[in-house]
């Protein structure tokens, strides 16, 4: 080993890498091994230099907090993904940029950070599927969009059908997304195993007699989405203000004038509610009554395995899901707890349940042991479709209902509700999820969409 110790000398100027301390002729190969590092030949000599420096040049993506202004033009409650996505939007694409993200905690602190981070489009309408494959089409293009890794990865999912009437669905469902520019099919049995090699094939039970195989599936690192979207959003002028709490609004006639949080008044010209597990509780602080019913929805994970798994498995019958994350972890999540909570605490018969469950699909995770268990908090509709768009208030817009399918949405989501709060006018491609449709019964019937939760 060379003499030369890593780290400054008190000579030194500046961060110290690998240049500093190889030996002339040497190798900076040579140097890494010997100082114990694996060296990589594709990874970035910057990388390097920046793991050994003695500064660290890291750039704060979030500006300090800072006093609330007097006024905004656009305040958005709540600093989860779609807040925080349309507050970019805003910004970028129409030019609003004095605007105010209020979040009473962290920001993607909410069910942004909650969720199992599955996206996808396979859903059984034509206005869901339009909809969502625009967000998967988002997706693809995000990490470029804002600069930010988003860990995005199209693997694929496959859905399991146990009976008859269930192939008879997935066979309506593959049309729909066919006519709507999906990649999605039904497979048999054979497919089904190739496509999964180490799926339990002979179900006592519920014997697999076909599969839904949706090819754009995917996942992506919910939190990145989150920071990502407020990073670019801060850059371009739009505030964000954590640990500020909403209390209540000021109206007069019917619009909102002014939103109270625990830091004080502001005065505001439009106002979005992003609050994922608590949008009936703030849109009755304006007054407003919404057909949302809220559950808890539980997911685990388990100890890191090596890779065994690629797409994403879910099995109607059995009401859960398996995924596995790049770290080795197998994500298991399944249906909402049967009842109205506002809470985030996970229990033991829902634990029971899903690991039954997950083992009767792959018997050989018996033995495998579970490392931590959570919940977020879903808000229902009777038609489980989202709520977005106008409300009764002339400047109050509404992004809630999302039941379990809220992250996948996210660039969608912020892309409309920008476009919808810019032009004062609901967008064309978000129209069928108004608010207005339960009181004329045209609904957008989402139930049965997913296997875990309907």
């Known amino acids: ?44 000599f910057g990388l390097l230099k920046y793991g050994l420096s003695r500064r660290y040049p890291a750039r704060r993506d979030i500006p300090p907090a800072k006093d609330l202004a007097p006024s905004y033009d656009v305040v958005i409650v709540g600093g989860g993904g779609h807040g925080l996505s349309t507050a970019y939007h805003l ?84 049309e729909v997304g066919k006519l709507c520019g999906t990649r999605i099919e039904v497979v048999d049995r054979k497919t089904v195993q190739e496509i999964v090699p180490s799926l339990n094939m002979k179900h006592e039970r519920y014997p697999i007699q076909a599969g839904l195989w949706h090819r754009d599936g995917g996942t992506g690192r919910h939190d990145s989405v989150a920071w990502g979207y407020a990073a670019r959003a801060a850059e371009l002028g739009v505030e964000l203000h954590q640990r500020t709490e909403v209390t209540g609004f000021q109206k007069q006639g019917d619009k909102i004038v002014a939103v109270e949080t625990n830091r004080g008044t502001v005065k505001c010209g439009q106002v979005v509610q992003a609050v994922a597990g608590m949008s009936s509780v703030i849109a009755k602080m304006a007054g407003i009554r919404l057909p949302i019913r809220t559950f808890p929805l539980q997911a685990m994970v388990t100890q890191p395995l090596k890779p065994f798994l690629d797409p994403l498995v ?41 690991i039954g469950h997950a083992v009767e699909m792959f018997p050989f995770l018996s033995e495998v042991r579970l490392l931590r268990q959570w919940a977020g908090m879903t808000d229902m509709t009777p038609d489980y479709s989202p709520i977005m768009g106008a409300s009764p208030l002339t400047n109050y817009w509404l992004d809630a209902g999302w039941g379990t399918w809220g992250f996948k949405a996210t660039p969608a989501s912020g892309k409309y509700m920008a476009e919808t709060v810019a032009r004062q006018k609901t967008a064309e491609m978000i129209e069928p999820f108004k608010l207005d449709r339960f009181a004329t019964f045209d609904l957008v019937n989402e139930m049965g969409a997913t296997a875990a939760s309907h």
């Open 1 to 44: 080993m060379p003499s030369a110790a890593v780290g400054p000398t008190s000579a030194a100027k500046g961060p110290v890498g690998l240049d500093a301390i190889r030996p002339e002729g040497v190798e900076c190969r040579t140097v890494a091994a010997e100082c114990g590092l694996t060296f990589l030949s594709a990874m970035p």
């Open 91 to 174: 910004a970028k694409y129409w030019g609003i940029r004095n605007v105010a993200v209020l979040e009473k905690g962290y920001l993607g602190g909410g069910n942004t950070a909650r969720n199992t981070a599955v996206i996808r489009s396979n859903y059984i309408t034509p206005e869901s599927v339009r909809f969502y494959k625009e967000a998967v089409r988002l997706y693809t293009q995000l990490a470029n969009e804002l600069d930010y890794n988003m860990l995005f990865t199209q693997r694929g999912q496959l859905t399991l059908a146990h009976t008859d009437a269930t192939v008879r669905t997935f066979r309506m469902r593959a």
């Open 314 to 354: 879910s099995s109607t019958a059995l009401h859960c899901y398996v995924s596995q994350t790049a770290r080795g972890e197998l994500v298991i999540g399944g249906g909402s707890d049967p009842y109205e909570l506002y809470s985030t605490r996970s229990t033991l018969d829902l634990k029971e349940s899903l």
